[in-house]
């Protein structure tokens, strides 16, 4: 009975140690051998109880055209290949059901289908930043909700995996911003 | 009788036995029968053990919260595993003890265990900003924490897995989920707590609070699931409410009814919260069925609902609890729980026409309960073990119910509710006069 509990044990721990550092595995490969690009988005500042304050990242593009003869529902597993733009922005297209042979793309999940279009649910969400910044960053969010420049989501992309670098506004990363705001 | 009465009545063997109020074998008998296991850890030991795992954990999860951006990346990882690694050899070092360990102590390793492993998922998932949501998060904590129930006993992570897997249940009540990710996993992961139920190489009975937990949980769980069953198919959006209902109603069947061992249906009501909280539901929607409208909403929604998979596992567990139960001669909770399967009666004879004649199930509902009230009240006069106060209870509200639902005046309703308020606390005088014979008759 004890060689039970403490082999159930150790394969408690083993789980434990895997679960995390798979993810870091994920990712870490992710942000070393992904390609860098940059989406448009917006981020708001909220709180997660476990995990402290995030800014939300919100792509401005959350919409994708459905190409014909592709049936998609909600919930649906789907790659997207990321085109960029002459502005330096990447734009999503050509939706499909596998992944595409070449070029950068991503993996996403379908949100409502109408009318030739999905939404789609971006696989990150959140910006995570230091308890002292944050209230800067609303403040900071406040005064240039309506800028024109924009702020932008620095995103490796790796084999469909996505993992947010960074978030900059005008070419300069979010947090040296706030840093220099809060000094 | 709880463990404290027991701890009470063994303090007072040996005086008793002095006075000779006892003979010694009167007390080694008593003695035997009231043995405490005092392997079980006491409420304020869990409670305080608890709290310190608590606040540690909470701490670290604050810690964590703050962002600690000023340092690398592997260094706040660090930070993450490190707490995870003394928490993890904490453990093995209780396990190693066995025996030796103090209640307390294993409840204190285990949880601490659990929180460390949260807030190491959290702070790596911080890290490297991930998305997601918390019902994750939280189905994945508390998957990993499961094991340290069964290896190291723990009641508290026993309740934080059983509150965690009620909440996520709760969570997943979408349209168009897949079954793995809906309350429909639900089942399982209760099940998932098997080896630390009695009976797994495990004698000792769960204390109340763990019973009370898994029961309120298993209620959110299991009505959870009977809400995503009855989404509405086609395009449109929503659940079929009367539907759930019923589903709502055989599930509180199945848990009144859920098989007992024989100290366990020795053990008075109380201490026995799947039978109380399922008769409570089944009594206040038996009372409900009794008017026209609600019957005709509980035929409708049976109707519906026969055509769904889920119902029909419900009604085969309930088929095989109600076998065990009428083995064990549990005729009341037997009779509370059948106003469930009423409406199963009623609809082969409405099914045939176009509008559902809802009076036969009301009417149905009405002498069922009925029954019910007169048998538990005559059971008390016949000897056998009653429930003459809840039997006369259920009758002055089933007659309440049925004159509020009449076109009589409401002079006559009026009369008629004085009427019965007095008889029940005639009724009431007339138990505790043959209450306090019986007492002095022992004495």
Known sequence: MKTLSFLIFGIAVLAQWAAPLSQIWTHEQVLAKGTLIKLKCSAPDPYDPLRGRYLAVRPTESEVAVPAGLKLTRGMQVYAVLTTGTDGFATLSSLSLTPPASGDYLRLKTGYVYNDKASIDWPFDRFYVNEKLAPEADKWLAENIRSAKGISAEVRVLNGRAVLEDLSFDGKPFREILKARVK | MNTSHQRWLLEQLPQWEREGILTADAARTLRERNAVDDSQPGVAQ??????????????LIAVIGFNWDDFSRPVRLLF????????????FRVLQRGAASAPWVRETAALLQALATGACIAL?????????????????????????????????????????????SVNQVEQGKPWFDSPLL???????????????????????????????????????????????????????????????????????LFPLSQSGMEEPTRRKPQVLLGSLWLLGYGVAATFRDVSDDVLKGAAHALQLPWCWGLLTALGVFVLLAAACKRWAVLAIASVALLPLITIPFVENKNAYDSALLSWLVTLHLAAIGITLIVLEFAGKKGAPRLGASLLSVLIIARMADSHFSLLAKGFAFIGVGMAFLAFNILMSRQLKKKQAAAV
Do not use: E
């Not at chain 2, 998060?137 to 897997?165: D, E, G, T």
């Open chain 2, 80 to 91: 993450a595993f490190l707490p995870l690694l003394l928490t993890q050899l904490f453990s």
């Open chain 2, 186 to 256: 639900y089942p399982l992961l209760l099940l998932g707590l098997l080896p630390y139920w009695p009976g797994w190489k495990n004698p000792a009975a769960l204390s109340l609070s763990v019973r009370w937990v898994m029961t309120i949980s298993a209620i959110v769980g299991f009505c959870s699931a009977a809400v995503f069953v009855s989404a509405r198919s086609g395009d449109s959006y929503g659940y079929n409410d009367q539907s759930f209902l019923w589903l709502w109603t055989l599930t509180a069947a199945a848990l009144a």
């Open chain 2, 124 to 168: 790596v998932s911080q890290i490297y900003n991930l998305g997601g949501d918390w019902p994750d998060f939280l189905f994945w904590w508390c998957m990993l924490s499961l094991p340290l129930v069964w290896v190291l006993r723990s009641h508290a992570v026993a309740i934080f897995y059983l509150i965690a897997i009620a909440i996520w």
């Open chain 2, 46 to 59: 869990i409670v305080m053990g608890a709290l310190g795992a608590l606040l540690i954990g909470t701490g």
